[in-house]
């Protein structure tokens, strides 16, 4: 059987990468804050595949070490999805008014922990493994009032690109799902209607793609994938 660890799998685009793998037979290691909606997803999942679901903060060294510490007991994983992700202040502020200690948890939330839950798993690594870490078109494009976020998806592409240059061995993703209709895209237009977005369940095939196939190493959007895949 392979493994995947998702982070932020709760909800919206990890939860639903995860019931995709499951169906197609895969083992889960998922992470989340919510307990109470971590606890459902796993009872929905694990009449499906084998589930293993610890909630808890991603950022936190201890918490890593518990998901560490499943990857082993699964027998390693051929699959690491950093989906978390912290948004910041809703609605956004521009960058002269961005509150910078909310700056440092959302860089910490969106650079520096990917990388840190890399390393925690570097061990549970099996052979062909594959890192996909979740970012953003405001990581590329400059959209006022996304300096924060944006600015933290930026770092984590070009991190992931010398990530990959390091471990060719490896196959390292950084992803871009595109617009979702998630609990997220709707805190960040707060009281706007979201419902023109495609439903995340739509970028899981481009991810999917990459997961079980063989592309190089580098920057993909999930939804062209998919309807390539199409």
Partial sequence: ???????????????????????????????ARGVNSL??????????????????DITTESHRRQLSEAAVQLGGI??????????????QPVLLDYPLDVLEKVYQTNVVTPLAVIQAMRAA??????????TSDAGV????????????????????????????DLRIYWVDPGDMQTQ???????????????LPEESVPGLMALIEGTKPSGR??????????G
Wanted: charged share 20%; aromatic share 6%; net charge negative.
């Fill in 125 to 134: 690594l099996r052979p062909k493994a594959c890192i996909l870490n979740i």
């Fill in 78 to 91: 051929d699959a690491l999805v950093n989906n978390a992700s912290y948004l910041g202040p809703s609605p």
């Fill in 184 to 198: 997220m895209l709707q805190e960040a237009f707060p009281g706007e209607d979201i419902s023109d977005r495609p």
């Fill in 1 to 31: 059987m392979k493994n995947a660890l998702i982070t932020g799998a709760s909800r919206g685009l990890g939860l639903a990468l995860a019931r995709q793998l499951a169906q197609n037979g895969w083992g889960l290691i998922l992470d």
């Fill in 39 to 56: 606890e459902q997803a796993r009872l929905n999942l694990s009449a499906i595949t084998k589930v293993i679901a610890i909630p808890g």
């Fill in 141 to 168: 494009e400059a959209y006022e009032g996304w300096g924060g976020y944006g600015s933290s998806k930026a770092a984590l592409e070009h991190l992931t690109a010398i990530l990959a240059k390091e471990n060719p």
């Fill in 220 to 229: 993909y959007r999930a939804q062209e994938l998919a309807e390539g895949i």
